[in-house]
């Protein structure tokens, strides 16, 4: 039974790269999510998409973060150029459909860190 | 929109005693509601979803209180052990856009 499958597991860029981070939210979800997680702010929203269309980006992020979702079952979040500040874990999520109070269920996430 | 506040955001307690962790949200349109455990290097695992209609939830070894009336979300651990390690987030949902909103989190300690 598979989850939301998120790759890499870890990434390490340099100041200035473009990164590419993906994931597969779990099959038939209609609601998919991407947060940043950091000690210090928690989960902050970065995307949100419903049926693949873009409801919600967080208006902090839009400068260098950009979520797509070509298909149901893929979505990728690019970050570019990316900042040290960036520093963080990328969590993905996927619900059946979250108005609906369904439960909403997180990938492992992508560590990455920018030197 | 939805502002949700979550205290505190690091507890200890020892083994056998109780843990509460508390939110309180700001949108009375609110409906529903998720407690989520986070384990150490983990992703976040679903504890509780509870529904606006019902103010009293029991699991295992826990209890989550609603009050809307106060817009006030707990989760008790009513004999933590040191497996509840872990940090506790609080979600909560019913705006138009259907997303949740996503508490600080706390971390808690279960000292043996």
């Known amino acids: 039974d598979a989850g939301v499958t998120q790759t890499p597991r870890h990434e390490v860029a340099e100041k200035g790269q473009t990164i590419i981070l993906k994931c597969e939210p779990v099959s038939g979800h209609n609601d998919l999510f991407w947060y940043r997680q950091t000690k210090i702010q928690g989960l902050e929203l970065l995307s949100y998409f419903r049926s693949k269309s873009l409801m919600e980006d967080g208006g902090a992020f839009k400068d260098r973060f950009k979520a797509e979702m070509l298909n149901s079952s893929f979505s990728t979040l690019k970050i570019q150029p990316t900042e040290p500040k960036d520093s963080a874990v990328y969590l993905c999520?996927?619900?059946?459909?979250?108005?609906?109070?369904?439960?909403?269920?997180f990938g492992k996430g992508t560590r990455l860190t920018v030197v | 929109g939805e502002q949700v506040e979550q205290r505190p955001p690091h507890l200890s307690v020892r083994e056998g005693d109780s843990a509460v962790i508390t939110c309180t949200y700001t949108?009375?349109?609110?409906?529903?509601f998720f407690w989520y455990k986070q384990e150490p290097g983990a992703s976040l695992q679903l504890l509780m979803k509870?529904?606006?209609?019902?103010e009293i939830n029991e699991g295992q070894g826990f209890t989550v209180l609603l009050n809307k009336k106060d817009k006030r979300l707990s989760l008790n651990l009513t004999a933590a052990h040191p497996g509840d390690s872990a940090a506790y987030f609080c979600?909560?949902?019913?705006?138009?856009?259907?997303?949740?909103?996503f508490g600080a989190g706390t971390q808690l300690i279960v000292i043996p």
């Open positions: 949108d009375p349109n609110s409906y529903y």
């Open positions: 509870v529904f606006s209609s019902t």
């Open positions: 979600a909560v949902g019913g705006s138009a856009l259907g997303r949740l909103h």
């Open positions: 999520a996927s619900s059946l459909a979250v108005d609906k109070n369904t439960e909403v269920f």
